[in-house]
Nanobody
Framework: QVQLVESGGGLVQPGGSLRLSCAAS????????MGWYRQAPGKQRDLVATITRGGSTNYEDSVRGRFTISSDNAKNTVYLQMNSLKPEDTAIYYC??????????????WGQGTQVTVSS
């Protein structure tokens, strides 16, 4: 059984910073990619950033230069450092990990979501 546990959301003023974390645990054989998505009220869930096991990153245009995704492979943990936050960054942020559980086929797993609110 695989679990993803997120932490780090909250309320921050415009221009502020937050750091999200997501740790994968359980019977994991290998991890392919880790990433973050977000969903604002009334909108679809959109990609924010991804990182491969080898460290290649990809960012959605509106966050490039402000957000940084990183990972600690030894801890099966992915981070999202969010700087210069704007009100339009307000959303529920979901961790996504494509991994191969021991004895099972590879697939995507999702975290429970963490609320990020940017407001003065």
């Amino acid at each position: 059984q695989v679990q993803l546990v997120e932490s780090g959301g909250g309320l921050v003023q415009p221009g502020g910073s937050l750091r999200l974390s997501c740790a994968a645990s359980g019977r994991i054989l290998s991890i392919n990619t880790m990433g973050w998505y977000r969903q604002a009220p009334g909108k679809q869930r959109d990609l924010v950033a991804t990182i491969t096991r080898g460290g290649s990153t990809n960012y959605e245009d509106s966050v490039r230069g402000r957000f940084t995704i990183s990972s600690d492979n030894a801890k099966n943990t992915v981070y999202l450092q969010m700087n210069s936050l704007k009100p339009e960054d307000t959303a529920i942020y979901y961790c996504n990990v494509n991994l191969c559980p021991l004895g099972w086929r590879c697939r995507d797993y999702w975290g429970q979501g963490t609320q990020v609110t940017v407001s003065s």
